[in-house]
């Protein structure tokens, strides 16, 4: 089965900006989906096949995609930005939803 | 505005059963494949199952594949997970989810569902 990998946690200062990464085999040809998770809460929806953002997210948040990684982008860093965040693709060999192992953000 | 409320989670033992279900409104609930996700205790999340809109077509994780099953009635806008022979492996936070139709993704989440399986 396919495989997302996620560093388990980053760290970044208010204002500055988190790099979050993805990777998968050839991960570039699939459409990748970003996920915030706050803690006790649903995830949400942040960013959508590689870099579209749904209405009401932020600009902050950008997202691409090229060769076997694709990242997730968090500009000017805030407080509130502090969750887990996941990537997910749809494996269409196996008809199966993957989700990446997911990324701690610490705001110093 | 989209709402999905899970509801029918508690404390079993393992070995036993027990049967989830996901109340929708706010949308045309028949249009939309409907998803199980889950989150064991501090831990990521894992896609369980989709139903296609008309419940003709069902996929589930090599984890659950045939101790779940997933259903719906469209005449009644409710998502269903029954759930046989649970072990303390399934034990988690169950969240139902709305797929958007042409980008396989998860557009709406419930609030989710806890299962404790534990003798």
């Known amino acids: 089965s396919y495989v997302l990998t996620q560093p388990p946690s980053v760290s970044v200062a208010p204002g500055q900006t988190a790099r979050l990464t993805c990777g998968g085999n050839?991960?570039?040809?699939?459409?990748v989906h970003w996920y915030q998770q706050k803690s006790g809460q649903a995830p949400v929806l942040v960013v959508y096949?590689?870099?579209d953002r749904p209405s009401g997210i932020p600009e902050r948040f950008s997202g691409s995609n090229s060769g076997n990684t694709a990242t997730l982008t968090i500009s000017r860093v805030e407080a509130g930005d502090e969750a887990d965040y996941y990537c997910?693709?749809?494996?269409?060999?196996?008809?199966?939803?993957?989700f990446g192992t997911g990324t701690k953000v610490t705001v110093l | 505005q989209v709402q999905l409320v899970e509801s029918g989670g508690g404390v079993v033992q393992p070995g036993t059963s027990l049967r989830l279900s996901c109340a929708a409104s706010?949308?045309?609930?028949?249009?939309?494949?409907m998803h199980w996700v889950r989150q064991a205790p501090g831990k990521g999340l894992e896609w369980v199952a989709v139903?296609?809109?008309?419940?003709?077509?069902?996929y589930y994780a090599d984890s659950v594949k045939g101790r779940f099953t997933i259903s719906r009635d469209n005449s009644k806008s409710t998502l269903y997970l029954q759930m046989h022979s649970l072990t303390v492996e399934d034990t988690g936070v169950y969240y139902c989810?709305?797929?958007?139709?042409?980008?396989?993704?998860?557009?709406?989440w419930g609030q989710g569902t806890l299962v404790t399986v534990s003798s």
């Open positions: 139903i296609s809109h008309d419940g003709g077509n069902e």
């Open positions: 050839n991960i570039e040809s699939f459409g």
């Open positions: 706010g949308v045309t609930f028949s249009t939309y494949p």
């Open positions: 989810a709305r797929d958007r139709l042409i980008t396989r993704l998860f557009e709406d």
């Open positions: 096949d590689d870099s």
């Open positions: 997910q693709v749809w494996d269409r060999n196996t008809d199966h939803y993957v």
